[in-house]
């Protein structure tokens, strides 16, 4: 029993070398400030998480088909898919060797509305008449 425990202590993975597979980053806003809770995805791979409130993220695992943890692969193409409401989505693809991998922050844009002032005037009383569809007849008119 002495030398068992030992050896199951060895196969047990630690946090040392689980941080020695992992890909790592920082979702901000434009201004650089964090942005929480936002979405993280990465695919293949099919994880999904949010970053904390300072805006980090760490992924060190993939999901398999049936939900089954496993370990990322090395030198493969993946894609983040990041997201959060109020904000554009925004996707970063790279290539991952192994070992740990820090992307670049990924800056998110709050969506805006388009506001275009065209010059014209919409007052009613600068218009003399009122305009008539042709072609047209509405009942009760």
Do not use: C, W
């Not at 409130?53 to 089954?68: A, K, P, S, T």
């Not at 506001?115 to 218009?127: A, F, I, K, N």
Request: glycine share 8%.
């Amino acid at each position: 029993m002495k030398l068992l425990l030992p050896l199951l202590m060895a196969l047990m993975p630690t946090s040392a070398s689980a941080a020695r597979n992992q890909i790592s980053g920082i979702v901000t806003d434009r201004n650089g400030a964090p942005v929480q809770r936002a979405i993280v995805a990465l695919e293949p791979g099919n994880v999904q998480l949010v970053t904390d409130r300072d805006g980090r993220f760490v992924i060190d695992y993939l999901r398999d088909d049936e939900g089954e943890r496993g370990r990322l692969k090395r030198r493969t193409s993946y894609k983040l898919e990041v997201f959060r409401p109020g904000f554009h989505a925004r996707s970063v693809e790279f290539f991952y060797r192994g070992g740990p991998v820090e992307v670049d922050e990924i800056a998110l844009v709050e969506e805006t509305i388009d506001v275009h002032d065209h010059g014209e005037s919409l007052d009613r009383d600068l218009y003399s008449a009122p305009t008539q569809s042709t072609g047209a007849t509405y009942e009760g008119q």
